[in-house]
């Protein structure tokens, strides 16, 4: 069972930048695929990010693309989300979660979810 642990939320002005960071419980990080989704009051789940297991393919949603950038580090077990350029409508509680599959957009494709952080951007 993998435990996964976000962090880094807060609130910052649009136009601003936050990092958030999600890190996960054993050695065996490597074997999964990693996504970013996000939820806003009275919306659906949606996609934001997923990198591959080595971090050689990452995707986007068409929302936050050049805008945010997912990256991993698995000899600290943890990956990031670097979120650039930040706009209102970003705001939302972030979910870390990790996959089997070699990438996903799909979140009933994710196995593993972290508790969520929230990120408020002002204008």
């Known amino acids: 069972q993998v435990q996964l642990v976000e962090s880094g939320g807060g609130l910052v002005q649009a136009g601003g930048s936050l990092r958030l960071s999600c890190a996960a419980s054993?050695?065996?990080?490597?074997?999964?695929?990693m996504g970013w989704f996000r939820q806003a009051p009275g919306e659906e789940r949606e996609f934001v990010a997923t990198i591959s297991r080595n971090g050689a393919a990452t995707y986007y949603a068409d929302s936050v693309k050049g805008r945010f950038t997912i990256s991993r580090d698995n000899a600290k077990n943890t990956v990031y989300l670097q979120m650039n350029t930040l706009k209102p409508e970003d705001t939302a509680v972030y979910y870390c979660a990790a996959t089997e599959k070699t990438t996903s957009r799909f979140p009933d494709e994710y196995e593993f979810w972290g508790q969520g952080t929230q990120v408020t951007v002002s204008s």
């Open positions: 054993g050695r065996t990080f490597s074997a999964y695929a």
